[in-house]
């Protein structure tokens, strides 16, 4: 299946993008202020009773979890981590592709992450490179090791050919 995006199209839904995300932004600005630096007391009353703790950021549609991915930044509702769309953006797709291969994030958090991604662009390359890394390590590893699945067909089968 074909998709053409007009300009016009990605221009329309990055202004309604925009315009979720401003009204988001007010909602919670008031109360970013003080939980930036402290919990609240629901988060608090989460941590007691076992439940999972969310670290908001300046940004509506990201939080943090230690104990989550990391602590990489992550989109609430989806545990699709701000590092994954900004990996896809780098290989080509733009927020609407993005968009139809996540379909239960709407644009308003994708933009949000990318947003995210420009006020904290150090720390989330960093996390980049680190998962770069460990995926390199892992496939190093399994080409290097002494029983890889190809010696091991050869060992039960004989040769192929």
Partial sequence: METNVTLEQMAQELEQARRELREVKERYALANATIENQMTAGAQENARNGKRIEHPTAH????????????????????????TIIERMRIGQHPLEIYKAYPYLNLAKIYDAISYYYDH??????????????MWRLTHRASTQRFTPTRIAVARFGQCG
Avoid: F
């Fill in 121 to 134: 662009t150090a720390e989330i390359d960093q996390y980049i490179r680190e998962n770069e890394e460990a």
């Fill in 60 to 83: 509506p549609h990201i939080y943090t979890n230690p104990e989550m991915h990391g602590g990489e930044p992550t989109i609430r509702g989806s545990g699709i981590m701000v590092r």
